[in-house]
């Protein structure tokens, strides 16, 4: 039988909004034992949204089928349950405000007592460097690291992007330095702190536009539009169709070909100012102005029939309506849907598709504090009645049924 | 002695552009020996740029440290050397278009012929659903999973991310696969085929757009410009200074006490309008203005320091020339100068920071073909005169001087 990729391995997911809960999301979708600490107001997403004030979509989003465990970390009995716990896991997700957990818990100390843990540190600037105290989030590193800079349209703001791909960035980095330093640990037997910062997670992405900067010694705009990010690639631009927009690029001297037969331009194939992607980009807005002719004739769904003929990359621009019902992200499972007798919730699935970890068969959001007097007893083995004292001194707080916590934040 | 987390791993890297050589990236800063393996022409951006007519300075910012085996893969012969040498790896990485890598070699027969193999393999859609043939590129992913829906202003056009945000999205989760293979393989003894979609891996950073569209019913604009993506948080918003942009967001309502301090809007911590969150929201086109008219009158500057020292998240916007000399950059190694007597480059430093891994000291770009003889001498131990039947007929090119290969494309 095939067990999954992490099966066996524990973690303790301390992780906030975004970056930490990502990290341990995909920790779980591969087998591991994920723990979700809570405090005793739950997690920011099991608290009552801005409009409709029910708990938001991204619990499940990112935490259908972690465990909940609900410590009062202010307490010094919490603290001591956690420090008790951690020298019992394999990894620790954590992405507190800068210093907040080297002020709950020293990381040296948990290593100390345990030198088999991996504390993974997920921050917007790192350990290191003039920033290293400063708060961050996703839109104030998006401000700061030249995605704002660079997105949007030359004679426009800078503009954020919608997704927040920061954090997510972050997310997945995070992820990737816990499984290196298990594959470490593998050879060495010990574990580590690894960490990852948000700026730095986020700056790599950045490499066409440091080469357009580059390669026109700062002469192009800073933001292109919908254009190449270093105007290095024509046609490459969002068009405007008989009912919405289509992006398309030529990456090739083929792709040009195939796309003036397709546009019935047979002229233009020979035409030597446009033969080599080096001279389609001195004409890039003729470029733009041919192929727009051509698709605002015509529907996205038929010019994408026609351009994934002649095997051009090629898409229209999807709402994201009707992108969460695509057929494509229904095929990958992305985005489900669940329910049992208490609640019906949403989940994503995960990206990392590995042929012989078969996921879990059901990722189940769990209600705050659902598994924590189960947990004292497995992985502490705490005899009813300390967990009982625990709970009623409230350094621990056991199973809350959905809608009973939480504050409007 | 600590050695690096990859150590002792060989990796056959024939990853295009950005997704495959941002992974074999992060491999090769942990330790790997990454061996890039392009085609004769070397891979794209070994070819002269649009402007310039160089080599563009993305080969360096991902490809420094790798080793470099030119093979013509469309010989037999070609084909041949790079099997053997699989058979010798411990991980391939491949984003070639979809089934071009299984034309070229089977996947299975990879896998039977070295058991212990990770097969890495990048896509735009995966190997399943109506869209797995279906050429795609970062712009073209942008446009069909709601990433150009999601940004930009509610009153103009949808509009692509500046930086590459999909292609590294893919990039870094690949490498997340690979790592969890390698975990796997370490209990198993076996390697297996891994898969990362760009489509999946960028769908989860919309988790707080689908919040706010199910929060709302689909009443909320899409593209909120450079409000939160649920319009779920306020004030959250970027803002006009005396001589820029600054990002400024309060998460908590201690952040939104602190900041009308700062704003010597000492009327407003009272005004039970704003008192949390949710009333917030409502009330968000006043907080814009407010605060607005507060940043208006100040440098960029004074305001982070001020925001700073009352720990509320915020950032300046940084033009991508400016970012390009931040000192945090720069204190995190993230982009780095380098010359030797042949050349100048510039390489990305990793994001994953692993205490006990520590980073090559030197990571330089290689000649096309440089390590050709030497890989076929190390890894199949061939001897000269083989190596030499091998050049000669092409189906292997040995080292050729920097700026004598290349075609414009």
Redesign the interface.
């Known amino acids: 039988m095939t067990?999954?990729?992490?099966?066996g391995i524990t973690v303790l997911d301390l992780g906030q909004a975004?970056m930490g809960p990502?990290c341990g999301l995909?920790m779980q979708r591969?087998g591991a034992d994920v723990i979700k600490i809570e405090p005793p107001q739950g997690e920011p997403y099991r608290r009552?949204?801005?409009?409709?004030?029910?708990e938001?979509?991204?619990f499940g989003?990112?935490n259908a089928g972690k465990r909940s465990l609900c410590i009062d970390l202010k307490t010094d009995e919490g603290r001591t349950v956690f420090t008790d716990l951690a020298a019992t896991a394999d990894v620790i997700i954590q992405n507190f405000?800068p210093g907040a957990f080297d002020r709950l818990v020293g990381v040296d100390d948990l290593l100390a007592a345990n030198p088999r843990l991996i504390v993974a540190s997920g921050s917007g600037?790192?350990s290191?460097?003039?920033?290293r105290d400063?708060?961050?989030?996703d839109?104030?590193?998006?401000?700061?690291?030249?995605?704002?800079?660079?997105?949007?349209?030359p004679d426009?703001?800078?503009?954020?992007?919608?997704?927040?791909?920061v954090?997510?960035?972050g997310g997945?980095?995070l992820?990737?330095?816990v499984?290196?330093?298990?594959?470490?640990r593998?050879?060495?037997g010990?574990g580590?702190?690894?960490?990852?910062?948000l700026?730095?997670?986020?700056?790599?992405?950045?490499?066409?536009?440091?080469?357009g900067?580059?390669?026109?010694d700062?002469e192009i705009p800073?933001?292109?539009?919908?254009r190449?990010?270093g105007?290095?690639?024509a046609p490459?631009n969002?068009y405007k169709t008989a009912d919405g927009?289509?992006?398309v690029?030529c990456?090739?001297?083929r792709h040009w070909a195939e796309l003036c037969r397709i546009m019935e331009r047979h002229d233009l194939v020979d035409d030597k100012r446009l033969s080599?992607?080096?001279s389609r980009?001195k004409h890039m807005e003729l470029l733009d102005r041919i192929v727009e002719e051509w698709t605002l004739e015509r529907n996205s769904a038929e010019l994408e029939v026609a351009l994934?003929e002649g095997?051009?990359?090629?898409?229209?621009?999807?709402?994201?309506?009707v992108?969460?019902k695509?057929?494509?992200?229904k095929?990958?499972g992305?985005?489900e849907q669940h329910r049992n007798a208490d609640r019906e919730w949403?989940t994503?699935?995960s990206?990392?598709?590995?042929?012989?970890?078969p996921p879990p068969a059901e990722n189940v959001p769990a209600r705050l504090g659902q598994h924590t007097v189960e947990i004292l007893r497995q992985k502490l083995m705490l005899p009813p009645e300390r967990i009982s004292e625990l709970t009623a001194t409230g350094a621990v707080i056991g199973d809350l049924p959905v809608g009973t916590v939480g504050v409007?934040?």
């Open positions: 067990i999954s990729a992490l099966s975004f990502y995909l591969l009552p949204t801005a409009i409709k004030g029910v938001a979509v991204q989003l990112l405000a600037y790192g290191t460097g003039p920033r400063a708060r961050a989030m839109l104030t590193i998006q401000a700061l690291a030249g995605v704002m800079a660079t997105t949007g349209f426009s703001a800078p503009v954020r992007t919608g997704p927040a791909v954090d997510f960035m997945a980095h992820f990737g330095a499984m290196a330093a298990l594959v470490q593998g050879t060495t010990r580590q702190h690894v960490e990852v910062a700026f730095d997670a986020i700056f790599p992405s950045l490499a066409s536009n440091i080469g900067l580059f390669d026109s700062g800073e933001r292109t539009g919908n190449h990010g105007l290095g690639v490459y969002v927009w289509i992006a690029l990456l090739h001297d080599t992607n080096a980009v994934n095997a051009i990359p090629s898409a229209p621009v999807q709402s994201l309506e992108l969460l695509d057929p494509q992200l095929a990958r992305m985005f949403w994503f699935g990206p990392l598709r590995l042929a012989d970890s409007r934040v």
